[in-house]
């Protein structure tokens, strides 16, 4: 916590975030494009060669370069709660797009993306993440995403989990927003535990809705696991509630 402090004392000194601004647009963002082209282009050939699941190899070199040239240090607690065998619904806050840096580069699960249908037009990225069995969900088509989260389940088993962003959309002040039951539902259907993971910081390095960049610390926190016997449709709150709550302890 000092040091995701002291990233947000440090923005507000001028001239230090002002060399950083001129850092960002020479060197940062196109480092980001460098990075995205060439290790985009490296996974696809791996997936193919090899297959999906050696594609997670590629999402987490991706991550942690661009973390790094960020710079975003990131520390994880809780790993020692992972069964690298068992299957999971992940479920995590949503504050800043450095999320996803954050949760591909150091959650130690090889997992899916469920991903809205806008990135699929992504240049690199959308490709990648379509050949990487990652699922794009187009939340305008209910019958359309009904269908894709059928697809997905068909992916996920022997220690592959499903990711979820249960907000469905970023916090604009950090705080916890009201969870869609979808990843819930989905948890339900396959008999999976669910995996909560609070992530925090990240809004600190770059704030949604901006391009606001700035250097700082992250933290990864993953809870225990929450099995699903005993819930049903009937009281699916009540499971939205604990994972919920599980989440929001570490914020």
């Not at 402090?5 to 507000?12: A, I, L, Q």
């Not at 209910?142 to 220690?159: E, V």
Request: proline content about 4%; some cysteine; aromatic content about 12%.
């Amino acid at each position: 916590m000092e040091n995701i402090s002291s990233s947000t004392n440090f923005r507000n000194i001028k001239i230090i975030n002002t060399v950083y601004q001129v850092y960002k647009w020479l060197f940062f963002f196109p480092l980001l494009g460098f990075f995205t082209l060439v290790v985009g282009i490296v996974s696809l050939l791996i997936i193919w060669i090899f297959g999906q699941r050696a594609g997670q190899i590629g999402g987490v070199v991706w991550a942690r370069l661009n973390s790094l040239v960020t710079p975003m240090f990131i520390s994880v607690g809780g790993k020692e709660k992972i069964d690298r065998n068992q299957s999971y619904v992940v479920v995590a806050n949503h504050q800043s797009q450095y999320d996803i840096f954050a949760i591909y580069g150091w959650l130690p699960v090889d997992f899916r993306w469920v991903l809205k249908q806008e990135l699929r037009k992504v240049p690199i990225i959308g490709v990648y993440c379509d050949r990487a069995g990652h699922v794009y969900i187009d939340r305008s088509d209910t019958a359309s995403a009904l269908a894709s989260i059928d697809r997905a389940k068909k992916r996920i088993s022997s220690g592959t989990s499903i990711f979820f962003f249960p907000e469905g959309t970023r916090s604009l002040n950090g705080k916890l927003l009201p969870f869609k039951k979808g990843a819930f539902k989905f948890a339900l259907d396959l008999s999976l535990p669910v995996l909560p993971v609070t992530i925090k910081g990240t809004r600190d390095v770059l704030p949604a809705n901006t391009i606001e960049l700035f250097p700082g610390s992250a933290e990864v926190i993953i809870h225990d696991p929450i099995s699903i016997e005993g819930y049903s449709e009937d009281n699916i709150d009540e499971l939205i509630e604990k994972a919920r709550k599980s989440i929001a302890s570490a914020l």
